[in-house]
């Protein structure tokens, strides 16, 4: 379990946005796995199984909780890796993407961080948001629609300053 937890952290953050609260999670996630380890299918990932304990943990926050949207945003440039930060141009384009991912609809940015940035496969990301895979290719669609969109008005306000 400890070699997951820097990823288990990234992905509370996508979805609570604030540090504390993602800690808190990961403590959360953590507990559930050791005491429902019997749940646990040996032989299948257990990367998947800790990001489903975890969502699973999130959704019953919310409800519990009733968690406002965005509260404790954390700017993307706080989650950059240290080799982005020492080339400024890839520095400010990853930022310009983190900031359009960020402003994706919670289900759009679940989806885009478990497929692109996770690795998992379509199947894998829904069966661990529990939904078709059918919903996940939809909500990866939109979100590549969304950024394209943002990227095209980028450069058109850019064109006509120019």
């Not at 953050?13 to 380890?37: F, G, H, I, K, P």
């Not at 919310?62 to 020492?86: C, N, T, W, Y």
């Not at 690795?119 to 078709?132: C, I, K, M, N, W």
Request: overall charge positive; proline content about 2%; glycine content about 4%.
């Amino acid at each position: 379990m400890a070699t997951h937890l820097a990823r288990l952290w990234r992905y509370a953050m996508v979805l609570s946005r604030n540090r504390d609260v993602a800690e808190e999670l990961v403590q959360s996630t953590c507990v559930r796995a050791l005491e429902r380890s019997a749940q646990f299918t040996p032989g299948t990932r257990i990367d998947r199984w800790l990001f489903s304990v975890l969502h699973s943990v999130w959704i019953n926050e919310l409800r519990a909780q009733r968690v406002r949207m965005g509260q404790g945003f954390v700017a993307s440039d706080e989650l950059i890796s240290p080799d982005h930060q020492q080339h400024n141009e890839e520095r400010m384009q990853y930022l310009k993407v983190m900031q359009r991912v960020g402003q994706l609809p919670e289900a759009q940015r679940n989806a885009v961080f478990l497929v692109y940035v996770e690795g998992f496969t379509y199947q894998e990301a829904a069966e661990t948001l529990s939904v078709p895979v059918g919903t996940i290719m939809s909500r990866l669609a939109a979100a590549r629609t969304t950024l394209a969109n943002a990227i095209n008005a980028t450069s058109s306000a850019q064109e006509k300053r120019l």
